[in-house]
DNA sequence: CATGAATGAGGCTTCATTCAT
DNA sequence: TATGAATGAAGCCTCATTCAT
């Protein structure tokens, strides 16, 4: 169980292992209840080399979730064509998130639950991450808004919430996705940019948001 | 520090004192992290008497949240009048939730954060009551769609997905409004009813859901 | 579950039904395994009525101690006729002893396991009235051996050893017999007595020492 | 007090000195009383040392009745020549035994009082090498009715009591010769052997078994 | 570079025992 | 007489962490 044993490896890749055990085990088991025992196992090393590399139990668990939220940010980075009208680049930024938390389940956890539900300074670490999230969401709804010669009439405070707001659904559903076989990345982003764009009311009135032609040409797309 | 030490009460004062002091501590600290130590010190008793009453750590536990998923649930239903039409429903149960969760923030946290963050039996208590949450919104969402002569054509799926992405974005707001100094629970709620029933597509075309008459207090609801 | 509760008994009443509470409790569990909790919920009375009436756990155990010793002593007593000859006396006390225990297995069970297991001042208890039948049984042999003209050619020391076997013999069958079904209490007699008087090598060569006719007479018999 | 801290040694060692320790510890204070504390605190480590290389307290527990058990077992069958006759076989297998007890007593105590004293596993790791004497003894008693041409005459039932019965003699006696000052293991074995071949019966009449030539010590015997 | 050996500290739980009514 | 309320002390076990090789 547990990598095979290879001796001798570059300190580099030693220490992806050890993250790569650290992420599945603190994602699995939260953060107090994995112990240092296990991950050592499961990174097919002993423990003096865990700290050795990585120095303390709350050290590895900021280096996952620095690792994880960059891993995070970077796909809806990669995902999201600038170019684009302002729903076009959040219908892609959806995209690219969904299915990064479904492809990366464990890392997610880690972001999303574990990381949170204990104190500093690890929840700074995440928030970190979420703020470059929201400033993102934040700001497409701005450019929006200024597509729609509608320049700031919403106060920064309510667009503050409405950010929060997308960005909380996109978070639940994530974990919603994941638990729910059979709903697919571009499902739940469809579903998400539904609600969000054209809302509830619309939706009544068949008047939803129209998602672009099947290939979309993204790099992260599935 | 801790409640006043009060000698020989009845044991159902007792208990909830005891409940009191653990949705403090867990919902600080997590479920892991929280010592029996301290929620005894803080219920102002010794730790025997707290298993003598509450049976284990884990009990403990699950005796705090089902004590807060059905107070939040009851706040919930008292706060909606079921003869209003279904706009109106959900904008009364969002203030009825966010007053609520603003008002017990550590029992919010314990709910919202600390019970899902561990495994079984926490995690089905806690979705056993957000089931119930979920489906009160499905349904609002179903008779929205009859009201507007739109009768199930929104798939089922679809609509749990919406169902979802409403219920995650109120709990991601609670969170936020907690952590945010000066956002009021109306202000919380207008914003969510504004986007999740007028979309941010009809924001932007200055096309909010309008709040009713008293004194609303969001900016984008006047 | 436990003796009907019943208020307001005499106090030896209520101190039999402890005792009997205890011995099964201990006999089953051993000293350190009972619990005072559940030996006044099988004895029906609240715990601080046990501290009352007897004073501490060791006190309890001591008194139950006392209490099946002198039962089994007087058990053995009063099966023997001590007008009859010497190996006469001897069948009719292991009658009488392995009677005894088999319808007591749970005294039996204190006094010959949990008695002893465990340091002063319980071992001493037991010793007490072991010593009593040692001597009962060393006053047998040298009887006997009176009788058989042949005065004390056996040293004492031999004499003591001869009786420690023969009651270390007894203690083992009594517990055998209670873990094998089908072995009676007199059955467990007759081998004893057999083995003891006759010896193997009189067995070998088809001289067992002969029991007497089925009815003994004895108020014990069974 | 304790074994002499030495730092560093290979786990084989440190584990018998271990067991040393709870053999010792078990074996005064039985199962229960025994506290892993004690025993780590005698045995010169830390506590967390004992849990790695035994696990529980129940396994250590059972790590030792299986040390003893099978030394006992082994003590007793190296000093059984089976080319003898049966009685002379039987006179072999008790010295060997007594003088076991004699020089380990904390391990008889460990085997005879404290492993029978609590329920299973621990019973029946006990039960697994008792029998295999008692089948010894049994075998015994067979080839000596063969030897002396009385084929199988004796029931099974009857050879399954006496062999027990004569076990328990010798257990019975291997606690007295310990707590009695100046009784040799030679001298109990001699006692035991007069008692079980010859009878009393026998004894009474001047024809005790004959122990082999060299000086047997014990006073019925010469 | 890598690890077998070792531990201080702390957590959950239970128990015998007492007080105040 | 009888008990509900309460606790100090102690036990089992686990964990993060460090030496010494």
Redesign the pocket.
């Known amino acids: 169980m547990g990598a095979v ?1 290879t ?3 570059p ?1 580099a890749v ?1 220490e992806q292992q050890m993250l790569d055990a650290a992420v599945r085990t603190f994602g699995q088991r939260g953060y107090m209840a ?4 296990e991950i050592a196992e499961l990174a097919g ?5 865990v ?2 590399y990585l120095n ?3 050290d590895l668990f900021t280096a996952c979730i620095r690792r994880e939220a960059k891993a995070l940010v970077e796909a809806v980075r990669a995902g999201v064509r600038r170019e684009l009208p302002a729903d076009r680049q959040l219908w892609e930024g959806l995209r690219a998130f969904f299915t990064h938390t479904a492809q990366n389940p464990e890392g997610w956890s880690v972001l999303h639950l574990q990381a949170r539900t204990h104190g500093e300074p690890f929840a700074s670490e995440v928030t970190a991450m979420r703020e470059e999230i929201v400033a993102f969401v934040t700001q497409l709804i701005v450019v929006a808004a200024r597509e729609a010669h509608r320049d700031p009439d919403l106060p920064e405070r309510e667009v503050a919430g409405l950010a929060e707001a997308l960005v909380g659904a996109a978070e639940s559903l994530a974990a919603w996705a994941n638990a729910t076989p059979g709903v697919t990345a571009r499902q739940a982003a469809a579903t998400l940019m539904n609600f969000a764009w054209a809302g509830l009311g619309n939706l009544m009135e068949s008047r939803p948001w129209q998602p672009p032609a099947a290939a979309t040409g993204s790099a992260t797309a599935q």
Chains 1, 2, 3, 4 share one sequence.
């Open positions: 044993k001796k001798r490896m300190r030693r994995a112990s240092m025992d090393v002993s423990k003096p080399l700290y050795l303390s139990k709350e």
